[in-house]
């Protein structure tokens, strides 16, 4: 349904992207944080999901500054090492022009939103605090949560994750509540990385499905 595409951020970086367009006039723009594992089958998939769902939907290649090109459909303990190589060089503050880029791309639909699974859910809980042109974000499962828990929203959020994330221990996410009392953070009775179901061993459908509605209905209510 999508197409390869290219972005352009405000440093003159090129970046790989994914970007669907709905059938009619979209409601509005959508940006999806890929996991670690770049634009690979299962984010491309996400990003034709909001495409069906009415919204024009990009994907940005968060480590095409690191490794151009980057992707891979390897769920095994062996890609986790090229991840962790990954991830030594990420640069958190080009990421945000990488999603602005996308923003940016994402605006000819109208008002935009984000959201991002796992290190996206991360990134889009950082790109809610920074603005970026955003109207609203729903994160999943983002990792590090001490790491941001001090940075304050500037734009309607809310956030998803397991009770059974042995990454993500619950003690981290009431912490989360009790400092964002004002962010809905919904919690189910998952793992880590329940709405990828290109993962049978993560993958709950039953909590997927009701994340997934939640984002859009909070998507349509923030969006159009």
Not at 10 to 33: H, K, M, Q, W
Not at 111 to 132: D, E, N, P
Not at 192 to 217: M, Q, V, W, Y
Request: proline content about 5%.
């Amino acid at each position: 349904m999508g197409d390869r595409t290219t972005l352009t951020a405000s440093d003159g970086f090129t970046l790989n992207a994914y970007r669907a367009v709905p059938e009619g006039t979209p409601r509005g723009g959508v940006v999806v944080i890929q996991e670690v594992w770049g634009l690979n089958h299962w984010v491309r998939s996400v990003v034709d999901r909001f495409a069906e769902h009415g919204f024009l939907a990009v994907a940005p290649a968060m480590f095409d500054r690191i490794e151009f090109g980057y992707e891979s459909d390897n769920y095994g303990p062996e890609q986790f090492v090229v991840i962790g190589e990954l991830m030594k060089k990420f640069d958190p503050a080009a990421a945000l022009l990488d999603v602005e880029a996308a923003v940016k791309a994402a605006s000819e639909a109208g008002k935009v939103g984000i959201t991002g699974y796992c290190f996206g859910g991360t990134t889009s809980w950082r790109a809610a605090h920074a603005g970026l042109g955003l109207s609203a974000a729903s994160g999943y499962y983002g990792g590090g949560i001490p790491n941001y828990i001090e940075l304050d929203p500037t734009i309607p959020l809310e956030m998803h994750y397991g009770d059974q994330d042995s990454g993500i221990p619950l003690e981290q996410i009431e912490a989360l509540k009790a400092r964002h009392p004002d962010v809905p953070i919904h919690v189910y009775a998952a793992g880590h990385g329940f709405c990828n179901s290109d993962r049978p061993a993560n993958f709950n459908i039953e909590a997927c499905t009701k994340a997934s509605a939640r984002t859009l209905d909070f998507f349509r209510k923030h969006l159009g």
